[in-house]
């Protein structure tokens, strides 16, 4: 894989550097800060409706973004929050009884027949009295009887009907079934909601607009980004370091950064040691050019400080042991 220019460049100084100063260990390394930036997009596309941001902006995680037109997933939401209405409606309809002034109804009627009930009851015990004295006919001593029957049956059967309104009008499988179909449209209203939010992005982070690639009124195509940022946890440190020097370098290695106009030293840590050398040219391996053998080394200021540096800014990297 070739280097790019800026690597190329990077390697070639150091390799200056460490044949100007051969064997002084005292000269430090040279690199380059370097930033990685977190890049929001929507993953849907749409005229851009609201930038809320500028380029070299602070701005705290959370904070509104921009905005992409949305009246098509707000009017799909709308749908899918009326259809969960329904569908829940419909579920409480099955598990609750009928309305309580048709209990109240069915209550009344149960005291009429029950009150007609004991009519029939005196009635019949009159008729069975004169019937014994041979006053009436056996017709009208079953006529009392059959009334009897007939509101014991009335009565019994506006009982029943006041159980059955008490209890839920659905079956178990219509209840299961409506339920299911709570879920499922309760699902489709956060897959609208999710849509609708795509439209509308906040900060992931807290950090530094690094650059805006929209203006507001352009069409943002799904996927690409409106805003790209970098928080100061993503700005690291990129340097060289020869083959001589590689076997000093550990992962959580502190060192020290300088750069023109920045102060005191900033400390880093060594955050990432590439396995793979690379040669500066020309490309010969022998024991005289053995320096022309460098490793890539990574290193990660502490967050605090990070903010001192700047993306592509030449440093200066020491080493306790240089």
Request: some cysteine.
């Amino acid at each position: 894989m070739k280097p790019d220019v800026h690597r190329f460049a990077l390697i070639a100084v150091t390799v200056l550097a460490l044949a100007g100063c051969e064997n002084e260990t005292a000269a430090p390394l040279h690199g380059y800060a370097e930033g990685e930036y977190v890049l929001v997009a929507s993953s849907y596309a749409g005229q851009l409706e609201m930038l809320n941001v500028s380029r070299g902006d602070q701005v705290q995680a959370g904070v509104d973004l921009f905005k992409i037109e949305q009246a098509n997933e707000t009017a799909a939401r709308t749908e899918a929050e009326e259809r969960l209405h329904e569908a829940e409606a419909r579920l409480d309809n099955l598990r609750k009884g009928q309305r309580p002034a048709e209990i109240d109804a069915l209550r009344a009627e149960a005291a009429q027949v029950e009150a007609a009930r004991a009519l029939s009851i005196i009635q019949l015990k009159r008729i069975q009295d004169l019937f014994a004295k041979g006053v009436v006919p056996q017709a009208q001593l079953d006529e009392a009887q059959t009334n009897l029957q007939r509101d014991v049956a009335h009565l019994a059967q506006v009982q029943a009907q006041i159980r059955l309104a008490l209890q839920s009008v659905g079956r178990t499988q219509e209840i299961e079934a409506a339920q299911a179909d709570v879920d499922a449209n309760s699902a489709v209203l956060q897959q609208a909601q999710w849509r609708l939010d795509q439209k509308s992005l906040r900060a992931p982070v807290t950090g530094l607009v690094h650059d805006t690639f929209y203006v507001q009124g352009e069409w943002v195509p799904a996927g690409k980004p409106v805003v790209s940022l970098l928080p100061p946890g993503n700005i690291k440190i990129r340097f060289f370091v020869p083959e001589t020097d590689i076997g000093h370098i550990r992962i959580g290695q502190p060192l020290q950064v300088s750069c023109d106009g920045c102060g005191a030293f900033i400390p880093a840590q060594v955050s990432y040691v590439s396995t793979q050398p690379e040669y500066t040219p020309p490309v010969i391996y022998s024991r005289d050019l053995r320096a022309k053998l460098v490793f890539m080394v990574e290193a990660k200021p502490a967050p605090a400080q990070a903010t001192r540096l700047k993306p592509g800014q030449p440093v200066d990297i020491k080493f306790a042991w240089q």
